[in-house]
């Protein structure tokens, strides 16, 4: 395939208004012995109809959630994306702009943006939220970056309970010396609260925790969050969006910061990215929070608008004093769970998190009934729970996928600790019959 | 749509409603419904009980609409907005190349749009060959052997690249502390530089608009970790001492980074690995065609030398036989992101390399700087170029002599430029150029497209000179004039909530 | 434009003496430079600030220009006026738009800052 529109006839017409007579002229600049004497060695071109093949028989080899039903989440979702997600995403006049800094012809993207940072502050009871952010992964790393700058302290405590993923990727960033980190390990599937109360001191910017934990269950929020103001730190909680329909909001447990993992509203699971990291916080912390945001204000004729505003926080003005180097949000997937939050509106998310809550209990208990799964763990969960397996972990899961199952996720692949533990997600779309037949399955183990 | 006049309606019935401005919230009634949870086929739960004590008291204020309600609100935001399928997209440094549309449904294959990171490696073998895929040919186009897919935009290369040199340096028992940035330099980079711990050092431009070689030579010593600098430059030129100045980056014991911005120029032509440099970075969203998305998602592959391949953050695509398979390495600096890279995109670059192929990368880079140069051609005795030699597929124009003469500011110019259905270059980028304008016409453009924008610019000037408030008060036809933005922050107002209706 | 009765340092500060306290603004010339300003950060009250050092942060919507003392001392006073309504320094950059009062150390320090022609003639130098 080509998308070079320009023929060879104004080729020739280019050159000699350029006044080169060559194009190679053009490149002579690069100095000899960094010019590249030799074609790149990369496959031939291909036409749209042999490309497509292409792709079609690279996909057909990925056993993909229409072929096979899953167990899998640990922080990305298999939820349904209603059909108007994608119509709207996939408009060129969304997906092929840039970055809204010409407000004048950005208005939808800048609007929609605004919108959506209206709905996280609805879901999160916050009061501003950032444009968006990576990943959940991400937002949780600028919250700790965040808190040391609002406190201007150095040290932050992490519950082990948080996504492992998210914790290491914290420590890579702060790798250098910028700030320290304590973990508090886990006990009993939650953050251990009398050691977060021993971790606490006067250094301690921010104690930051997940609820769900990375565990499925539900933290003590109350606690920590009066813990953590008492020691004069800010409250951070990763949340998860899609089950903010029916659990309370983490503004009421005194969060300072919320970040969280936004895929499931309205995003496909893509192999884990892209994602779409949610950060919101409160106003009197503004002007330390990272990322692009989106206000409104009036043009010269006093018509409504939207602008990207507070700008003066971020790279391309501050430079080196940025609050992050962060340049991109994710908008198109922010424009995604705008619209999904539109679609299923409150009642609808509420029905989602209820089915959700119901039928990971419905299954919890089977498994459970089975005999060859256990609880571990005590504290109440949402649409994710961990059980112990009373045999092979990889054997069982094996089996299960050629019966057409992923039957959950090893913890044991995360930490030593948890071996023997499996994760399973539940959705909206996992039907009673399909719960079952699953059940079933595991009871002739 | 209409043949007949405009001039009916009144004001109470206005002939068109405001594209934009109300918000989805205010849409819709109590009642309106788009998509319902199902009905539930396992024994209900009580919340409360079941969430021990957590269950939402009060429901959030979310819009209540139907599905039309939906439909017609985004659209009439997207015919507020300005993309790449709109018109020209001229913006200097971002690349805004037409996004191919088979990128868009390949990405939507459910083969590689519902796989989840944690499923089995053999249930994924196709998208993990597509990624060894996009590895192996960006090594091939950066010159530079080793590619981590992770990073999920160029910035957060930028960071995975100077943490992967941090943790190099340190393991050979010699950390430093500080990075040279030159002045032309993109923001992100003085702001990855402090976020990694070391302190930035700029480094002036010569007169030829590249590195001034002696400042660079004097700044250069042992406790300089890297050099960022971006090839082509941030002005559009290729930088010629390019071999000298990682040359003398080396002597100290120091590594060459390279921001990518701007490999649209020289895909075929010259890889970064062969110019020296020990890492790189590449936006999949500039060079590869992925699309912008209104601000991402993008994505940063970071290509390495073999010396730092066992720094990169994990997991790499790995191949063995016919088997793909994931793996961290060995002193890997750990992850920097959750799961696999944004993999969405990854397909959509994949896609753009396989329909070109290698002969169409130089072809397109090609392509790419003769016309930018030929822009330059039909602009320059209008508009003064900041470095008046050949360049690369951008260049950077000053509006400062029409300030002077006019006091039209290039803001006004970029103002302007939105009436005539053109969105307008970078501006005021780099900061070493008085009022800039950047100009990428990136090689997707057609002859007459760039003679037009020659045209238009022309005349821009022209009006500058007859009619310098028309331009201050441009735009004119705009779905919204200027914005208040000085309002914008001191009145932040920054979310809709139900209060400020009963208000 | 510039009051005579007032002193001016290099980075465009101006200093009103009233006994041993300095009153610190910003100049006309730097006000217009930065174009609307939208937020002004300043210290606390008993914070002490040095000669040359930063004090806070001046922002307009797309540009941010730190504050540098022109003189040392301790912070007695903020014009707490500006959280509010930042555009002072715009409109009355040496009357309501002042900044800071610092009781200043060394009186020595502001006999060596610029009277109004010295410093007109530092812009002139400067354009």
Redesign the interface.
């Known amino acids: 395939m080509r998308f070079i529109p320009v023929t060879c006839e104004e080729q020739a017409e280019m050159l000699a208004r350029v006044g080169a007579r060559s194009v190679d002229e053009l490149f002579s600049d690069i100095p000899e012995d960094a010019r590249l004497a030799r074609p790149l060695t990369l496959p031939e071109p291909m036409s749209e109809i042999a490309l497509a093949a292409h792709l079609e028989s690279l996909a057909g080899r990925d056993l993909d959630g229409s072929r096979v039903v899953s167990f899998l989440g640990a922080g990305i979702y298999d939820h349904y994306v209603p059909a108007i997600v994608d119509a709207v995403v996939s408009k060129p006049a969304f997906f092929t702009a840039y970055t809204p800094y010409q407000p004048e012809v950005s208005q939808g993207t800048l609007q929609a943006v605004y919108e959506f940072q209206s709905m996280i502050c609805q879901l999160t009871g916050m009061e501003v939220s950032n444009a968006s952010m990576y990943d959940g992964a991400a937002a949780f790393t600028e919250a700790a970056l965040m808190a040391a700058r609002v406190t201007k302290r150095d040290k932050v405590v992490v519950s082990g309970a948080v996504h492992p993923e998210w914790r290491e990727t914290l420590a890579t960033y702060v790798e250098s010396g910028t700030l320290e980190v304590v973990e508090v390990p886990a006990a009993g599937g939650v953050t251990d609260v009398s050691a977060v109360g021993e971790a606490l001191d006067e250094r301690t910017a921010a104690v930051l925790v997940s609820s769900p934990t990375f565990y499925g269950t539900l933290e003590d929020l109350a606690s920590l969050g009066a813990l953590a103001h008492d020691a004069g730190a800010l409250f951070v909680v990763a949340t998860d969006p899609l089950l903010l329909g029916v659990l309370e909001p983490p503004a009421a447990y005194g969060a300072d910061i919320v970040v969280g993992e936004g895929q499931a509203l309205g995003n496909a699971v893509s192999f884990g990215g892209p994602g779409l990291g949610l950060f919101a916080c409160r106003k009197a912390h503004i002007r330390q929070m990272p990322g692009r945001v989106a206000g409104k204000t009036t043009d010269v004729d006093g018509r409504t608008g939207f602008v990207l505003t507070f700008s003066t926080r971020e790279q391309h003005i501050r430079r080196e004093k940025a609050t992050s180097n962060i340049c991109s949000n994710h908008a198109l997937n922010a424009l995604a769970a705008g619209v999904y939050l539109a679609a299923v509106g409150a009642e609808g998310l509420a029905g989602i998190g209820e089915a959700c809550v119901a039928k990971a209990h419905y299954l919890e208990a089977a498994l459970v009934g089975t005999g060859h799964f256990e609880r571990v763990f005590d504290a109440p969960f949402a649409r994710e729970f961990a059980l112990r397996y009373g045999g092979d972990v990889a054997a069982m899961q094996r089996h299960m996928l050629e019966r057409g199952f992923l039957a959950g996720v090893d913890l044991g692949r995360f930490a030593a600790d948890d071996a023997g533990f499996v994760l399973f997600a539940v959705t909206e779309r996992h039907t009673r019959e399909v719960l079952d037949r699953f059940v079933e399955e595991v009871s002739a183990l | 749509m209409s043949t007949f006049s405009n001039a009916g309606g009144s004001a109470e019935v206005p002939m068109h409603e405001p594209l934009t401005g109300t918000l989805i919230f205010e849409r819709g009634a109590a009642e309106s419904r788009c998509v319902e949870a199902p009905p539930l086929d396992v024994p209900a739960v009580s919340l409360d009980a079941v969430l021990g004590g957590r269950a939402r008291s009060v429901p959030p204020a979310l819009p209540h609409v139907t599905e039309v309600d939906i439909a017609r609100h985004y659209e009439h935001l997207a015919s507020a907005n300005f993309g790449v399928d709109s018109g020209f997209y001229p913006l200097g440094s971002c690349t805004m190349k037409y996004n191919p549309k088979i990128d868009e449904q390949a990405c939507r294959l459910p083969g590689f749009a519902r796989i989840h990171p944690y499923q089995p490696e053999e249930t994924v073998q196709g998208a993990l060959e597509l990624m060894w895929g996009l590895q192996e040919a960006l090594a091939e186009v950066a010159g530079l052997p080793v590619v981590t897919l992770q990073p999920a935009a160029g910035a957060h290369g930028e960071l995975t690249a100077l943490l992967t040199i941090r943790a190099y340096h340190t393991a050979n028992g010699d950390p430093r502390a500080k990075v040279l940035v030159p002045d032309s330099a993109h923001g992100t980079n003085p702001a990855t530089v402090a976020m990694c711990g070391y302190q930035v050092v700029q480094i002036p431009s010569d007169e030829r608009g590249g590195v001034d070689l002696e400042a660079l030579r004097a700044a250069l010593d042992t406790d300089v970790a890297a050099l960022m600098l971006t090839n082509p430059n941030t002005v559009g030129l290729f930088d010629e001492n390019i071999l000298a100045i990682t040359e003398a980056v080396h002597a100290v014991g120091a590594l060459a980074y390279c921001d990518g911005a701007n490999l649209n120029a020289i895909m075929g032509k010259s890889r970064p690995g062969d110019m020296g440099f020990d890492a790189m970075h590449i936006n999949l969203h500039k060079t590869f065609a992925t699309p912008h998305g209104g601000g991402g998602p993008g994505a940063g592959p970071v290509a390495v030398t073999e010396p730092l391949a066992s720094y990169l953050p994990g997991p790499l695509v790995a191949r063995d036989g016919e088997m793909f398979t994931l793996s961290t390495p060995e002193h890997s600096i750990g992850r920097v992101r959750s799961f696999l890279g944004n993999f969405g995109v990854l397909v959509r670059a994949y896609t753009y390399i396989r329909a070109v192929g290698g002969e169409g990368l130089r072809e397109i880079s090609e392509q790419a700087v003769l016309s930018a140069n030929y822009l330059k051609a039909l602009l320059e005795d209008a508009w003064p170029v900041a470095y008046d030699r050949t360049c690369m597929h951008e260049f950077v124009m000053s509006g400062g002599p029409l300030r002077k003469a006019t006091g039209v500011r290039t803001l006004d110019v970029a103002k302007r430029l939105l009436d005539y259905g053109i969105h307008p270059p970078t501006v005021y980028f780099p900061l070493i150029v008085e009022e800039a304008l950047m100009v990428e016409p990136t090689e997707t453009e057609g002859k007459a497209t760039l003679d037009r924008f020659a045209a238009v610019l022309r005349l821009i000037a022209e009006e500058a000179q007859a009619d310098p408030d028309l331009l201050h008060g441009a735009p004119y036809t705009t779905p919204v004039r200027r914005l208040d933005e000085a309002a914008a922050v001191k009145n932040a107002d920054l979310a809709w909530r139900p209060e400020d209706v009963e208000a | 434009m510039y009051p005579k009765e007032l002193k001016y340092d290099r980075e465009h500060e101006w200093v009103r003496m009233d006994g041993d306290v300095a009153t610190i603004g910003i100049s006309d010339f730097a006000q217009d430079q930065l174009g609307?300003v939208?937020?002004v950060?300043l210290p606390s009250v008993g914070d002490v600030v040095s000669t040359g050092e930063s004090f806070g942060e001046v922002?307009?919507?797309?540009?941010?220009s730190e504050l540098f003392s022109p003189v040392s001392g301790e912070i007695v006073e903020v014009n707490s006026e500006l959280d509010d309504a930042?555009?002072l320094v715009n409109n009355d950059s040496y009357g309501d738009g002042w900044m800071i009062k610092v009781k200043v150390d060394n009186l020595s320090e502001v006999d060596a800052l610029m009277d109004a022609d010295s410093y007109e003639a530092y812009l002139a130098e400067e354009a």
Do not use: A, I, Q
């Open positions: 609307e939208v937020y950060d922002e307009s919507v797309k540009s941010v930042p555009e």
